[in-house]
């Protein structure tokens, strides 16, 4: 089954795991389409961790490692953008990505506040029981962000925190990030064929 896919990216660190995320989504076959969406602090760590030109929505999608015929399915949309299609339930979407997800962006869904389109589009996600996936990064946690988390858990959210996965050979940050991102996709039911990621036992 097809469907479009919305990722919001939020002013959290850790920006290889949107890129290397969204990469992977635009070359599934079963991703339709994918929406982007960039809260204002998300700018200033990309720009901080990946540079100026990733910062820029277009510069995004035009630094992506795909191929350019994938490329069209990239939709960019502002954080004001309150009227894009996205922002409603009636347009379908097969889940909603929030990575990485801020404390804040966290703790505004667990209080059912809608600051924009990206925790605009987190909203949708959890009234109309889409999958939800936030990839919270923050560390230590407060009671107020365990709190929220469990509300979100309670209210249908899928909290999945960018852990390391020891067991993964090599144990560099690429394998990290492909790890998680094959630990989102299968989330989202999308097919993601790489035994080399996977526990096999000892």
């Known amino acids: 089954m097809s ?13 290889r795991l949107p890129v290397r995320f969204a990469e992977l989504a635009l070359e599934h076959p079963q991703v339709a389409g994918l929406h982007l969406v960039f809260s204002n602090g998300a700018r200033l760590v990309l720009a901080s961790e990946l540079g100026k030109v990733w910062a820029d929505p277009a510069g995004f999608v035009a630094s992506l490692r795909v191929r350019e015929e994938v490329r069209s399915k990239a939709w960019v949309w502002r954080e004001g953008q309150m009227d894009a299609p996205i922002a409603s339930g009636s347009h379908l979407l097969r889940g909603v990505v929030v990575l990485p997800c801020s404390a804040a962006t966290a703790c505004s869904l667990a209080a059912g506040v809608s600051r924009g389109l990206g925790q605009r589009v987190g909203d949708v996600a959890l009234k109309q029981r889409w999958p939800l996936i936030l990839g919270f990064r923050e560390t230590p946690l407060s009671r107020i962000h365990l709190q929220a988390l469990l509300t979100l858990t309670e209210a249908g959210a899928i909290v999945m925190p960018p852990i390391p996965a020891f067991y993964v050979a090599g144990e560099d940050l690429g394998s990290f990030v492909e790890h998680y991102c094959m630990r989102v996709f299968d989330l989202l039911g999308l097919p993601f064929t790489a035994p080399h990621l996977r526990w096999r036992g000892v």
């Open 3 to 15: 469907g479009e896919l919305a990722l919001v990216i939020t002013g959290a660190c850790g920006m």
